[in-house]
């Protein structure tokens, strides 16, 4: 009886388990040449202040411009780069461009980069967005890292002097993806945010969830009793705007107000 479970479960499980295997390695080993042939690539989302038509900075959203897959999206290999360290590169990489691209816009405008909580545990995280800063010649109050509560969540002394010694360089730092997670209310009391930005899944159910309604307007009275402005994150229709607008949101972002596009190409992304 025992033998015969242990042989479904192989029969059942190895099958699957070996294709998981095989396509993460496959996808680490496609990684590596993306990195090498310059398949990864940028699309900046721009960032709106109240007015709506003024552009305060804009997002890098990182790529996957695949020779075979054609276009892959984040959510598909940064999770994988994150496993297999490749995220270094790909960080690397990211702040430097981000920066280099920045250099080509308006002097008021900030450039926001993705920070994954595994880029924490390499000890060079500050002095790349050193070299990042000094080789573009960004001024670092035009760069502003997003990093989620997981990198408090992890290893959370170390990580915390390292966004200290970031902030020390003048750089701002934003809490991505706020409201989803753990989100303990204490991280906004160990560090001090520049700015907070309210995830997606809040936005878009603002008109038809009293309970996503009522934790915007948590986080926006936190931002206002701390002097943090809110990113209102994924605005797709004019009637979450005026809603967000009046519910006293700083920023908005979302695809109302413009898509992430590549710098050369500006309709890539457009449906
Ligand atoms: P995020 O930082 O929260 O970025 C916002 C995501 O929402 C982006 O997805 C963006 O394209 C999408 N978005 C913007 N406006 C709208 C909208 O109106 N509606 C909808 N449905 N979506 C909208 P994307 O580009 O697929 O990126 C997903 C996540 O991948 C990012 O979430 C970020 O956590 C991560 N990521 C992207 N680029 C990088 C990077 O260079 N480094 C790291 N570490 N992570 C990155
Ligand atoms: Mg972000
Ligand atoms: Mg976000
Ligand atoms: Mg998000």
Known sequence: EAKRNGRNCLAFFKPEMETAAL?????????????????LQLHYQPIMDVSHVRIVGREALMRWQHPVKGLIMPIDFIPIAEETGLIHELGAFTLHEA????????????????????????????????????QSGLPARRLELEI????LLANSA???????????LGVKVALDDFGTGYSSLGYLRSFEFDK????????????SSK???AIIRAINGIGRSLDIPTTAEGVETTEQLDRLTQ????????????RPVSHDTPSDESV
């Open 158 to 168: 170390a990580n915390l002097n390292t966004l200290n010694r970031l902030k020390a």
């Open 196 to 207: 907070i930005k309210i995830d997606k899944s809040f936005t878009q159910d603002v008109e």
């Open 23 to 39: 396509k993460r390695h496959e996808v680490e080993m496609d990684l590596r040449q993306a990195i090498m042939f310059q398949q």
């Open 148 to 151: 989620t509560e997981s990198v």
């Open 211 to 213: 309970e996503a309604l």
């Open 99 to 134: 920066c280099v691209e920045a250099m080509r816009w308006d002097d008021h405008e900030t450039v926001a980069v993705n920070l994954s909580a595994s880029q924490f545990t390499n000890g060079a995280l500050v002095s790349l967005v050193e070299s990042a800063l000094t």
């Open 247 to 258: 519910e006293g949101c700083s920023h908005f972002q979302g695809y109302l107000l413009g």
